[in-house]
């Protein structure tokens, strides 16, 4: 069975810094794009960062350049993404996501495997 499971959120204050992990188990997914979505309460999924299946690409929406950085560990089949100067609108839950191409996708149709979720909340 297939899961992703993600961890590191929390509640952090304005400027402060997290580092999201997501482990990924049932399957290797060395060859394939991997991406990290967040939603807001009451607003649709958004795309924060995508990497390629080497590691070598990586893309970033334009709220988040800067900030936050999306790397992968293939050896350990874990994604990462280290959030740095995080605001209030950064608030979400953010999930990770197998992209079913090599390159990742900024729309979420593209993926097939999804983890449930952890949330961060940016405190003012």
């Known amino acids: 069975q297939v899961q992703l499971i993600e961890s590191g959120g929390g509640l952090v204050q304005a400027g402060g810094s997290l580092r999201l992990s997501c482990a990924a188990s049932?399957?290797?997914?060395?060859?394939?794009?991997m991406g990290w979505f967040r939603q807001a309460p009451g607003k649709e999924r958004e795309f924060v960062a995508g990497i390629s299946w080497s590691g070598t690409s990586t893309y970033y929406a334009d709220s988040v350049k800067g900030r936050f950085t999306i790397s992968r560990d293939n050896a350990k089949n874990t994604l990462y993404l280290q959030m740095n100067s995080l605001k209030p609108e950064d608030t979400a839950v953010y999930r990770c996501?197998?992209?079913?191409?090599?390159?990742?996708?900024?729309?979420?149709?593209?993926?097939?495997?999804w983890g449930q979720g952890t949330q961060v909340t940016v405190s003012s």
């Open positions: 996501a197998v992209d079913r191409d090599i390159v990742p996708a900024r729309t979420s149709s593209e993926y097939d495997y």
């Open positions: 049932g399957r290797t997914f060395a060859g394939y794009a």
